[in-house]
């Protein structure tokens, strides 16, 4: 069964330290993968997905097949990045169905 | 365009009470989907309409019902409102074809007392 892993319910670090939000998936072909974040109250919205390879914000995102992780990372932390992170899997093959981490909560200190 | 639509935004029911979330798009896609999200336990799919006319069940559909009217539109109905239920309704659509992404609407704060 197709799983996205994401260890830390909470993260703290400050601002203009380095932040990387891990996720692991566990699937047996070749998956989409993408990262959502949830600013205070607000909609889910897409940061980031592995197919377009691009730097939102300042995130970047890297597949690593070998290790099935996608962790995110950004080099500076900015207190406006404090937001819930949720990594999503889409199983290719003909599933409707997004499969999401539990998320991790990001908080940045000033 | 305003992209995933829920209304209403904000309910208070009793338990027992009946409720119809509604969920409308203008971006065209295909699927839809209702998660509820509770605190500690991320989003749970609770059903998803691949097209006009299907749905099917998600990960926490007990106690709930849905109704695909058309392409646009998709709401869930909770015939009788327990406490459990109280959570964060989002709705969200999705494209076809590989690589795209689910579209989010605002959000439904439900509270059953």
């Known amino acids: 069964a197709q799983r996205v892993t994401q260890p830390e319910k909470l993260l703290s670090v400050f601002k203009g330290a380095p932040v990387e939000l891990k996720c692991n998936y566990s699937?047996?072909?070749?998956?989409?993968l993408f990262w959502y974040v949830q600013y205070s109250r607000q909609r889910l919205q897409l940061l980031l997905r592995?197919?377009s390879r691009e730097s939102i914000k300042g995130f970047t995102a890297d597949l690593n097949k070998g290790e099935t992780s996608f962790h995110l990372k950004k080099p500076f932390a900015q207190e406006e990045d404090s937001a819930m992170y949720y990594c999503a899997l889409w199983p290719q093959g003909g599933s409707e169905k997004l499969v999401f981490g539990k998320g991790t909560k990001l908080t940045v200190n000033p | 365009n305003a992209g995933v639509t829920q209304t209403p935004k904000f309910q208070v029911l009793k338990t027992g009470q009946s409720m119809t979330l509604q969920c409308a798009q203008d971006?065209?896609?295909?699927?839809m989907y209702w998660y509820r999200q509770d605190p500690g336990m991320g989003l749970r799919l609770i059903y998803y309409?691949?097209?006009?006319?299907?749905?099917d069940k998600g990960e926490v559909p007990n106690g709930y019902n849905v109704s695909r009217l058309n392409k646009r539109e998709f709401s869930l109905r909770l015939e009788s409102a327990a406490p459990s239920q109280t959570s964060v309704y989002f709705c969200?659509?999705?494209?076809?074809?590989?690589?795209?992404?689910?579209?989010f609407g605002d959000g439904t704060r439900l509270s059953i007392l």
């Open positions: 971006m065209n896609h295909n699927s």
């Open positions: 309409s691949a097209s006009e006319g299907t749905t």
């Open positions: 969200a659509t999705r494209g076809r074809g590989g690589g795209q992404p689910q579209h």
């Open positions: 699937y047996s072909g070749s998956p989409e």
């Open positions: 592995h197919i």
